[in-house]
């Protein structure tokens, strides 16, 4: 049997070979002399820098012009979207929808993931091993057809025509001094913008970095020693500054990849197990292997007070439902299309294997992980759409 994930990806993949070609072609020149100052990164010291693609350094220019599009809904075909439709910042750049609805009302399978510290990823996505550049991945909203988000395939002449404007030539023109205006310009400076969303300066890391013992409560210092327990192994997979595995910068070059499956599904159909749902089987869809289903990136616990709903499918709605998850090492469901218990799901981690938790271990948890809210981050007036 055909499987549906694959085929979306074959959509979404052969529209990114064509645009990619189609970039490629319209790229005339790509020199850097864009900015004569080195961009300041708002990373407290101590912390490692990202890495960046050779072409495409940052600047404060290309930032500047990033977020205006980043904010501009004439970024879709029919003007009803623009990137922060899904990725709002009062939820840390995620959306509070269940999954994404694109510009024309098409149901999109996945949950927006926070825009937190993209910068430093590994891969990008929620189950992809070979998307590690972001010029590469904002292709996918503005070109993807399936499902279409901004829809700008067959439209780009269109698109592209409401950016040479007196508004935006003088942005480009400061941003990528003596190159025309084109798709490939306007995904460099998104990719600048979205790399410049840096979340350091929670609670948790005044506590942690910053020397401040009383930054974080006696209830959130319980649930951090839990959180970083052998009993509960969440730093296994979400360790690090980041609260990710999926980490890279300038001091780790390691290649780790690492995708999990935690037991969310493992549907039985007249006693076969079929995995998880087949509209979304995670890495096995890229990488085809069996083996891989169910497997997706673990992502950063930065700022997830506030992203909810939680997982790739928006499945769990809130903190203390993710916990009772992970306490139970699995999600059993008992009626409708995905039953099957998720716990004795054969592929499912090692390190999800379920703990005892009591009503104050759950709350210290919670606390812990509120000290990852970055309240500066939530309302910085340098991500916000500039008010004219
Ligand atoms: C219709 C809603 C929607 C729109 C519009 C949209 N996104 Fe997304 N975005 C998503 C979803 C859903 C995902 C997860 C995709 C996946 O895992 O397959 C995502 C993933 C991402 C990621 C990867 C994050 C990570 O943690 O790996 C980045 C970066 C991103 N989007 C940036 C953008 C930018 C820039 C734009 C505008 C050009 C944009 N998005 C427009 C819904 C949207
Ligand atoms: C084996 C690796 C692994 C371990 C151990 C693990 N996680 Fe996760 N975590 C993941 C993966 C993978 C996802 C995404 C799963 C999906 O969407 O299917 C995730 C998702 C989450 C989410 C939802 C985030 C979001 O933005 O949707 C939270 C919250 C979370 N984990 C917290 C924890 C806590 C707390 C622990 C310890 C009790 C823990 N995790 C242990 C891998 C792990």
């Known amino acids: 049997m055909i499987n549906r994930g694959v085929l979306l990806a074959k959509g979404v993949f052969s529209t990114i070979i064509l645009t990619l070609i189609f970039v490629l072609s319209l790229v005339s020149c790509d020199s850097n002399k864009t900015s004569t100052l080195e961009y300041q990164w708002s990373i407290p010291q101590g912390f490692p820098k990202p890495q960046l693609p050779a072409n495409n350094q940052m600047s404060d220019e290309k930032v500047t012009l990033g977020k205006r599009l980043f904010y501009d809904k004439n970024l879709s075909f029919n003007q009803q979207q623009s990137c922060e439709s899904c990725h709002q910042q009062t939820f840390a750049f995620a959306e509070a929808k269940v ?35 972001l010029e590469q991945q904002i292709l996918i909203p503005m070109f993807g057809e399936s499902p279409i988000e901004l829809g700008i395939t067959s439209y780009d002449a269109e698109v592209l025509a409401r950016f040479k404007t007196a508004e935006y030539l003088p942005l480009f023109r400061a ?75 300038e001091k780790q070059l390691i290649d780790r990849r690492p995708f999990h499956n935690t037991g969310l599904y493992n549907i039985q159909i007249e006693n076969k197990s079929i995995g998880y749902p087949e509209t979304d089987v995670g ?20 700022n997830v007070e506030v992203t909810a709903p939680y997982m790739h499918d928006g499945s769990i709605s809130t903190l203390p439902e993710v916990l009772d998850f992970y306490a139970a090492g699995g999600r059993k469901i008992s009626e409708g299309s995905y039953q099957g218990d998720g716990r004795e799901n054969p592929l499912k981690s090692a390190f999800i294997k379920g703990f005892e938790m009591s009503a104050q271990d759950k709350n210290d948890l919670i606390n812990f992980l509120k000290t990852l809210t970055d309240e500066e981050f939530l309302s910085n007036p340098a991500f916000s759409q500039s008010i004219e």
């Open 283 to 302: 890495l096995a869809e890229i990488s085809t292997l069996a083996r891989d289903n169910g497997r997706f990136r673990a992502p950063t616990l930065r």
């Open 175 to 249: 941003a990528f001094p003596d190159q025309e205006v084109s798709f490939d310009l306007i995904v460099k400076a998104l990719a600048s913008f979205v790399r410049s969303l840096i979340s350091l300066n929670a609670p948790f890391d005044r506590y942690a970095y910053q020397g401040d013992d009383n930054a974080i409560s006696p209830s959130a210092l319980r649930g951090m020693n839990l959180f970083f327990s052998e009993k509960l192994e969440c730093h296994h997979c979400h360790g690090g500054f980041n609260f990710t595995q999926s980490t890279s910068h």
């Open 99 to 133: 999954t994404s609805v694109g510009t024309s009302g098409e149901s999109h399978r996945r949950n927006a993931p926070a825009l937190v510290n993209i910068a430093y990823n590994k891969t990008l996505t929620w189950a992809h091993d070979g998307l590690t550049s």
